[in-house]
């Protein structure tokens, strides 16, 4: 297995349907709840330790998560009030790398959950018309629609799951 990505690379499917994105709905919004389950009972000695040789650790996946999923929050409601915006890219790993990623995790348990709260309303409200307005990633250099970006995020969601679920279950930690 490639603890990288344990689950792979996300994979855009050639049509989205409305199931699809139901599941992918789902999933960002029970993210909260799941990722808090998987990390409240680990010691500080767990939450320090990487997922893989040269990975981030518990604690800063988890600072991650919160990280990436405002910006996501953001960028959505960009996408939704502006035609084609141009986002901002950050570096992951830089912010990784910052002392508030260093803290205990219930600054960033509580935002997740209020953040995906407030973002699954969110999701839950747009219409075919809203699903394809888009946004520009300056790396990607095209416009991604709105319905992609929602598949991307819940890959992200069980992308970084996995990461501590497998870390847990080959240190015993279950």
């Known amino acids: 297995m490639d603890l990288r990505y344990p689950i792979g690379q996300f994979e855009k499917p050639n049509l989205i349907g409305k199931q699809e994105l139901s599941s992918w709905m789902e999933t960002i919004a029970l993210f909260p709840k799941e990722i808090a389950q998987e990390v409240t009972t680990l010691t500080d000695e767990q939450l320090d330790t990487p997922y893989r040789d040269g990975g981030w650790t518990v604690r800063q996946v988890v600072h991650h998560c919160a990280d990436s999923h405002m910006n996501a929050f953001i960028r959505f409601k960009l996408a939704l009030t502006e035609t084609d915006p141009i986002i901002k890219p950050y570096h992951e790993a830089l912010w990784a790398e910052l002392p508030d990623s260093k803290i205990h995790l219930e600054p960033s348990l509580?935002?997740?959950?209020?953040?995906?709260?407030?973002?699954?309303?969110?999701?839950?409200?747009?219409?075919?018309?809203?699903?394809?307005?888009?946004?520009?990633?300056?790396?990607?250099?095209?416009?991604?629609?709105?319905?992609?970006?929602?598949?991307?995020?819940?890959?992200?969601?069980?992308?970084?799951?996995?990461?501590?679920?497998?870390?847990?279950?080959?240190?015993g930690w279950e």
């Open 110 to 171: 509580n935002l997740l959950k209020g953040l995906h709260e407030r973002w699954s309303k969110l999701l839950e409200s747009l219409d075919d018309e809203d699903l394809k307005r888009t946004y520009v990633h300056p790396e990607q250099g095209r416009p991604i629609p709105l319905d992609e970006v929602i598949g991307m995020y819940a890959w992200h969601c069980n992308h970084h799951l996995a990461h501590i679920i497998v870390l847990k279950k080959n240190n």
